[in-house]
């Protein structure tokens, strides 16, 4: 268990529609990132947090957005779904703003139909 | 930013046997380069990692190797077992941002 929480674990709904998936980071990171994972695409990054700021960006598009609260849980906000977005989506956090190992948890499967 | 590749894509090996994946990295200036694993229905989960100033890392059955002159690293797992079947991705971080690039990805599979 890499202490890194996210929920839902499935999430099913309808092109058009906005959701929001949840990140609790482990104990004691700081840092927060968000990653894509699709089939033909691998791991793509696409934004980072430290301590409430926004820290990194990736090839993260418009209709997305995140944000981090002071208890440092994230969410990411997905909107005008459309069928491409259906994917894996994992949050991973590390101690440091500067690299160093990453803690992925079980990521949120979206499904866009 | 950083480009890493990864080969190769899939790898089926006899249990007891050695696995190798390799990957390339782009950015000279990289200086941490992790190894993940991904079980089905999992997140990827760090299993070694290696620092510019060394040349080799082992944890019991896995190790890495880097070569910093031609940007290149490699897992390598020895007698592997079943449950060693999984993807496996490298990673390595641009040093403008820090954020890891990771590689396409390597099916292992380990038959019985």
């Known amino acids: 268990d890499s202490g890194v929480t996210q929920t839902p674990k499935h999430l099913i709904t309808a092109t058009g529609q906005r959701v929001t998936l949840r990140c609790s980071p482990r104990?004691?990171?700081?840092?927060v990132y968000w990653y894509q994972q699709s089939l033909d695409q691998g791991l793509q990054f696409l934004i980072q947090?430290?301590?409430?700021?926004?820290?990194a960006k990736g090839n993260i598009l418009e209709r997305f957005s995140a944000q981090q609260f002071p208890d440092l849980h994230s969410e990411l906000n997905l909107s005008s779904l459309e069928l491409g977005d259906s994917a894996l989506y994992f949050c991973?956090?590390?101690?440091?703003?500067?690299?160093?190992?990453?803690?992925f948890g079980n990521g949120t499967r979206l499904t866009v139909t | 930013g950083e480009n890493v590749e990864q080969h190769p894509s899939t790898l089926s090996v006899q249990e007891g046997d050695s696995a190798v994946i390799k990957c390339t990295y782009s950015?000279?200036?990289?200086?941490?380069f992790p190894w993940y694993k991904q079980e089905l229905g999992k997140g990827p989960q760090l299993i070694i990692d290696?620092?510019?100033?060394?040349g080799e890392k082992k944890d019991q059955r896995i190790a890495v190797t880097l070569n910093k002159t031609a940007k290149h690293f490699s897992l390598h797992i020895t007698e592997t077992q079943p449950e060693d079947s999984a993807v496996y991705f490298c990673?390595?971080?641009?040093?403008?941002?820090?954020?890891?690039?990771f590689g396409a990805g390597t099916t292992v599979t380990v038959r019985a």
């Open positions: 991973a956090s590390s101690v440091a703003p500067n690299g160093g190992p990453l803690h």
């Open positions: 104990s004691g990171d700081l840092s």
């Open positions: 947090y430290y301590n409430g700021e926004e820290r």
């Open positions: 950015d000279s200036a990289s200086n941490y």
């Open positions: 290696i620092r510019s100033n060394v």
């Open positions: 990673a390595a971080p641009s040093t403008n941002d820090y954020k890891l690039s």
